[in-house]
């Protein structure tokens, strides 16, 4: 050991004071002072790194407070409960939900916002390459990129390798019978949420988490529906109509069996639909519907006495009312029984008839059979009838009204105060659920007696009058037309008509009512160019009579033509008398 | 290297058998941990300011390398050398820090840096190592008796220094520099009534940069009341911290680090939480606890004022700067512009702490077979 070369080493001076210090008693005790104070700089510290491993702890631990997601799992936000199906009267599927998966991407884990964006685009070309590369860049941890793709979209995402792309299970409303049922059904927003029809009426119900397999279900039968659907699309071809609408209603229990309106719209992709395809005819829709109002405007008479079917009125020639001229579609230009009034659509003599009941009267009654106030259908898109206010009901409105002008109501409102004249005379309130109990709260309207005379005359309108189109062969339909002109320009424009057909069938018992209506229909050569309601609208409610008449239990049968004798001998039919 | 004879009396030889073999060892284990840190810490920051990913680490392998070299060639230097050194360079760094108000650019509201070809020098960072040093020569001066002036003298030097720093304005570096003069000042024998007096009139001068300085108001706001502005990187931090809970996230996993401002620079122990967890976080603050601890602890039987007062004055600097980085991520203290020692990324700051380490290993080299007060006759002889 050399350590005495250590010892002489001038840098190696530890041990032996600085030579130049002379005194060295001060040092020692100067020195000693400085160890004490740098032992105490040593504490300060460790307890200063002692703080810092506290801290560091503390913060380590927090995690427990909260439960971490692990790298390849994150927070997912809790799948949302199904929503309960909707099925026909039958148990046929009407909505229901698939699994659909949903994209979205955790933008804290995108390297690359510019390449994944248009990898993505590549998939997804509906997608906006700017908008998915700023939702990329925009460093959520939670951005929706695009809701239900497909299952195929969904394996080529997967196949990207991007581990920021992830998906969320999800249900999407599907309607397997697509546009068939469109106004009924309504249709949901991308979260699920009814927006029209009765997925928006019974949304509470609908989404009710205890209720979900629970289905709805509705009154309509999906067979007669499509039947309808496809007559009146039929119809509404041939004749060039810009639209159509049509019911079949149940007239014992007030049930909607089938509704109908065109345009309609897929309730499973309702993007660039148009206000006039979400427009729901049948319910929405208020018309002057025409001289299918006389049916009412008849009951009234007969019910409260005031005519008999042995009355009748003069129809020589028009009715002058101040600067109005009361006029028919089909003159006969005489003396008209009441029967041959009803038959041969005669405005002249049903508002004389008309006057007879008086103002209030017409009132009461059209306020009783619910002409005057919206429908309780479940369906939000339900319009409001429009009437004279009781200050300008004069007489000249009891006129026109008698004959389905100068009010606007609903085609449902029709069939409903339709199907209380024919059923006995009660009320029912329309629905569009099976099973509903509202036909006990039916009210009374007109006696059976009148409800009879009424059946008699409807079927005398098939039979003898202007709805012979509509006569479906066994099925005993009766009914009434309606031609009415559209008011455009504050006057009525002959060219462009509300043609519609309000029947019934079988009217020997009647059980159904079926309406149909075309908006503005064009005669065709079939039709030597007529575009009225006889014309058009009967012969769709033939077919559909036709068509259902067997789904619906009805069966044909041979007519007691001694039924109608009473009506029939008073309408004479013949030409050129 | 142990392959040194201990008859060997070369340079290199005498270097081996007289360093501090402990904190040379500490030291190296921080250096790596610091190149691996970086590797994980830098690329996030490096692809968000569209460098190539491995920017910051390449930059950081040579700035390190560089580091270890300058940590082993000072700690070469005797300590007359030592001191001749930084007491030459004292000034030549003030005048730099001079010339740095006068024309350095400003960025983000302070002029710190220099602009030399591609680096930027913070003439701050290597007026610390020298001011300390500095500061331990004037003061030791005074062990003996010598009716020399050199607290007063110390005090001069200390408000040039800390003037020029407020200028900038540095105010980490004002409060690091004060807090280890003021220690130093009393190793050196200050009264404790004047040590209390300073710790008083330093909290006046904080309250007065809080009153005279937007920006310092503004984060002690910020750290205060967080409502009162934005406290984004406070935030990210403890939320780094939170997710990498005990064991981390994984090397290279880390997600908030991606959102984390300065990931690479003055929040990396915020990444070293997230991506390896508290434990990890633990060790390496016992590293460098290890080191202050070891270094101050080694101190106590020094006979050598001025190696006493220096080495003591480049540790506390080290573990000053250690703590209060450390206590900035951990959001006990307001967020300051302050790196951590070999982790932190930053090529200026690195340097002037490798000449510091490099210095405390010069000053700290004996013959650990020579116990103080001990007859090396003696010694020789009980052999």
Known sequence: MNAAAFAMDPTRSGYVPSKRRGDEQPVRSQLDMARGRLFAVMILFLLGFMVMIGRTVELGMRENARPRSFAGQIEVPPVKVGRADIRDRNGEIMATNLRTSSLFADATQIRDASAASHDLVKILPQLSLADVESKLASGKKFVWLHRKLTPRQKWQVNALGNPAFRFEEEEERVYPHGRLASHIMGYVDVDGRGLGGVEHFFEDRLSDPDRHKDALKLSIDMRVQYALADELETARRVHSAIGAAGLVFDVTTGEVVALVSLPDYDPNDIRGVSADQLFNRVTQGVYELGSTFKTFTFASALDQGIVSLDDGYDATKPLVVGRFRIRDDHPKSRYLTVPEIFAFSSNIGTAQMALDVGTDGQRDFLEKLGMLRPSTVELTEVGAPMYPAPQQWKKISTMTISYGHGIAVSPLQLAVGTAAIVNGGRLIPATLVADSDGYQNATRVISEKTSHTMNMLLRMVVKKGTAGRADAVGYRVGGKTGTAEKPANGRYNRKALISSFMGVFPMDDPRYVVFALLDEPKGTKETYGFASGGWTAAPVVRNVVLRTAPLLGVAPEGEDEGLYQQVAMKINDKKGH | ?383
């Not at chain 2, 968000?48 to 910051?56: M, N, Q, T, W």
């Not at chain 2, 360079?89 to 006068?102: D, F, K, N, R, Y």
């Not at chain 2, 600097?317 to 512009?337: E, H, R």
Request: aromatic residues 10%.
């Open chain 2, 1 to 383: 290297m142990i392959a040194f004879s201990r008859n060997d009396n070369s340079v290199m030889s005498r270097w081996w058998w007289t360093v501090d073999r402990w904190m040379l060892g500490l030291v190296v284990v921080l250096v790596m941990t610091g190149l691996w840190l970086t590797l994980t810490a830098s690329p996030a920051v490096a692809e968000r300011l569209g460098l190539d990913a491995l920017h910051f680490v390449k930059r950081q392998t040579m700035f390190l390398g560089l580091a270890l070299v300058t940590v082993f060639g000072v700690s070469m230097m005797s300590t007359s050398l030592v001191r001749r050194v930084c007491v030459l360079g004292m000034p030549v760094m003030l005048l730099l820090m001079v010339a740095t108000l006068l024309i350095g650019p400003e960025i983000k509201g302070a002029t710190r840096w220099l602009q030399i070809g591609s680096f930027t020098l913070q003439p701050s960072e290597f007026l610390k190592p020298f001011f300390v040093v500095t500061t331990a020569w004037i003061l030791s001066s005074q062990f003996g008796g010598e009716d020399i002036p050199s607290k007063r003298i110390a005090t001069v030097l200390y408000g040039l220094v800390a003037g020029l720093l407020v200028l900038q304005p540095d105010f980490g570096q004002t409060v690091l520099i004060s807090a280890v003069w003021i220690s130093q000042m009393a190793i050196a024998g200050l009264p404790i009534m004047w040590v209390a007096l300073a710790g008083v009139s330093g909290l006046f001068g904080v309250g007065l940069a809080y009153a005279l300085l937007p920006h310092v108001a503004s984060r002690i706001d910020r750290f205060i009341n967080p409502e009162s502005g934005d406290t984004y990187q406070a935030d990210k931090a403890l939320e780094a911290f939170q997710s990498g809970g005990l064991l981390g996230r994984g090397p290279g996993e880390g997600v908030v680090k991606l959102h984390l401002p300065d990931a690479h620079t003055d929040y990396i122990f915020a990444v070293v939480g997230e991506e390896f967890g508290a434990i990890a976080c633990i060790l390496l603050l016992l590293l460098f606890a290890g080191i202050v601890v070891r270094g101050l602890a080694h101190l106590l039987d020094e006979e050598d004022p001025f190696r006493m007062l220096a080495a003591a004055g480049l540790i506390m600097q080290f573990g000053l700067q250690t703590l209060i980085n450390v206590g900035v991520n951990l959001v006990i203290l307001p967020s300051k512009g302050m790196t951590l020692p070999f982790i932190s990324y930053g090529g200026s700051s690195m340097l002037a702490l490798a000449i510091g380490v490099g210095m405390i290993l010069a000053l700290t080299k004996r013959n650990r077979f020579i116990r103080p007060g001990l007859d090396p006759i003696g010694w020789k002889a009980a052999e």
